[in-house]
């Protein structure tokens, strides 16, 4: 879900009803919407007699010629279907890009049940219910099939078929509308959809939280008395900082950060959905009820699933839900597109680049016109075949857009990079037969930043940041590769296999790989001015040496056998860790160096883990303890990163 606070929060999860779609060259005159369509405002009964408030958006053709259909194209969402009223235009906000609008769609957008102007009650991330036993049993899916029925039967001028899409949330729903699906629904695109939120999507990362995120979007959502069009004008969290860094430090331990909320004006207040996100601190029953993954099941429609892999907030959504459609539902249609973008950056940036790191091209708008827009022509319209393949995925580091049968591409074979010596990094295995370990100390009140400048919230460009400020603490340890000789194309998940021991009792263990830039990379440096005086001018950064993350996800020690019963570390016992990092498509280029970076702390991005076997939430300030963390790196114990490698 989910960046300034609120305005990047909720609008960034609600990115496919509320970012208006592309604007089109300067040079052309802007789509008359008004002028082409006509809004319906409708109260949808579902079977247990709740009504869903829904927005429709019908060509004016349809009215002056009978014999013009046209199909539904339609956004679920908790983020609001306004602006209400029959004469305020939104349609541009159900569009994935000008081309649908100027195609003709019939456009719908439905307040999800117990948001807005929604009957019912609100539940985060809407379990399904497999087994239905009565019209009480209600779920999205349940409420897709009974909205679909209703706009076939009430809304004219279609031409039968239904089409739905959404991004972040609102892909949640797309996915779990599709479970078990209405016949008329014969094409779906989940983007960036939430798929686990305990599992490396929003909540929860390797039994860590994702802190700053999931704060700064929680002081924006919050319960509602529906139905309401919401308020008039939303009024920013005030932080007090400008310093998420000092701000979350200052606050201690879960238990403190929960109580300082603001509702209603007023400061040390509790958030429910919050305190639901931290109370339920393993893979309980509250998240595995929550899981749609494993329900998508019997599903007829066409499935277009995209994501960013840059996407700081549901990056594993996509990649779970194309894995699991694919694995549940042979011979349905099941493709995958993964691009150079932020989350949501395929409706509302260019995707041409991200912080420092240049992706070449308007990936964007590649992405709407050869790939979204033929799809949906195609299995809506009847039109041409868009002759997509499976997988659809753009490759970093040389800015191609890369087709497969599948994902992972079944060429890409396991290579492991193991830790050396003198913080080497190499293919080859190290042959000590000794102990041999790298160790540093680790100190939860002086935790490793996320980023190296001072931020408030989590800024999207984290994802491709300069790690140049960590690789020069000593409670980071670094590993990297010799310049490389060769491309190396690395695609897929990638496998974190430590062998480490601790001092304390818990432990979290960070793993970033890094793309170093070669220190001619970029711009010179800037050098003495001459000519005329001057005042000196700020340095600029210099790119040389760029130490470019491309991927990184932590691990809590505690959960290293199980989410689900967490374990004490056993102090000075050596243990095997092993955990996947989210998948990446890159190529380290000629010249470039690997590197990967180990350590137990990466705040505020995560809270803090006090290196004490203790319920986080409660830790008290004397549990926050320093902690000698070794890594071992010979013999049996040798550890390194798994990496999925094209020759």
Known sequence: ???????????????????????????????????????????????????????????????RDASKTYPFLMVRTPYSCGPYGVDRDGVRRLAPSEAFLKAGYIFVCQDVRGRYMSEGKFVEMTPHIANKKSK???????????????????????????????????????????????????????????????????GYHGGGLMLVHNYSFFTGYKLQDNPTVGPKGSVPFDYNS??????????????????????????????????????????????????????????????????????????????????????????????????????????????????????????????????????????????????????????????????????????????TLYFQAEGKLSFTAPTAASTAFDQYISDPNKPVPFVGYTALTMPQEYMVSDQRFAATRPDVLVYQTEELEEDVTVAGPVGA????????????????LIDVHPPEAGEAPMGRGTGAPSDPETPKSNFGGFQQLVRGDPLRGRFRNSFEKPEAMVPG????????????????????????????????????????????????????????QKVFRSGAQASGLVLRVID
């Open 1 to 63: 879900m989910r960046h300034t606070l609120i305005a990047l929060a909720a609008l960034t999860c609600a990115a496919a009803q509320a970012q208006p779609a592309a604007a089109p060259a300067a040079s052309a005159p802007a789509y008359d919407t008004a002028a082409n369509y006509t809004k319906y405002e409708y109260k949808i009964p579902a079977r247990d007699g709740k009504k869903l408030f829904t927005v429709v958006y019908v060509p004016k053709d349809a009215a």
């Open 136 to 202: 009480n049993d209600v779920d999205e899916s349940s409420d897709t099939h009974d909205s679909v029925q209703w706009l076939l039967d009430h809304v004219k001028g279609h031409n039968g078929k239904l089409g739905l899409w959404g991004i972040s949330y609102p892909g949640f729903y797309t996915a779990a509308s599709i479970i078990d699906s209405h016949p008329a629904i014969k094409a779906a695109s989940p983007q960036a959809p939430i798929a686990d939120y305990f599992m490396r999507d929003d």
């Open 242 to 415: 400008r310093d998420g860094y000092d701000y979350f430090l200052k606050l201690g331990n879960l238990a403190n950060i929960q109580k300082s909320f603001e509702v209603d004006g007023k400061k040390g207040a509790r958030n429910p959905y919050f305190d639901e996100l931290v109370n339920n601190d393993t893979y309980n029953e509250h998240w595995k009820a929550r899981a749609i993954p494993p329900h998508l099941k019997g599903i007829k429609a066409a499935v277009l699933t995209v994501g960013g892999w840059f996407d700081a907030e549901d990056l594993a959504g996509p990649l779970s839900v194309y894995k699991h459609i694919k694995a549940q539902n042979p011979g349905t249609t099941n493709q995958l597109v993964m691009g150079p973008w932020v989350h949501g950056g395929w409706v509302r940036s260019v995707g041409k680049s991200l912080g420092q790191i240049n992706f070449a091209q308007n990936n964007t708008e590649f992405f709407q016109k050869n790939i979204v827009f033929p799809f949906f022509e195609q299995h809506l319209r009847g039109a041409a075949d868009a002759k997509l393949p499976e997988a659809y995925v753009f490759e970093t580091g040389t800015n191609v857009w890369r087709q497969y049968a599948a994902w992972p591409p079944e060429q890409a074979k396991p290579k």
């Open 497 to 512: 296999k430590l062998f480490v021991s601790t001092s304390g009792t818990d432990s979290d263990w960070v793993v970033k």
């Open 573 to 628: 016992k050596v243990e095997a860790i092993s955990f996947d990092l989210p998948d990446v498509n890159h190529t380290f280029r000629r010249g470039h160096r690997i590197m990967v970076q180990v350590q137990s702390s990466w705040f505020p991005l995560i809270d803090r883990n006090p290196q004490s076997f203790v319920r986080i939430r409660d830790a008290k300030p004397e549990d926050f303890k320093a902690a000698t």
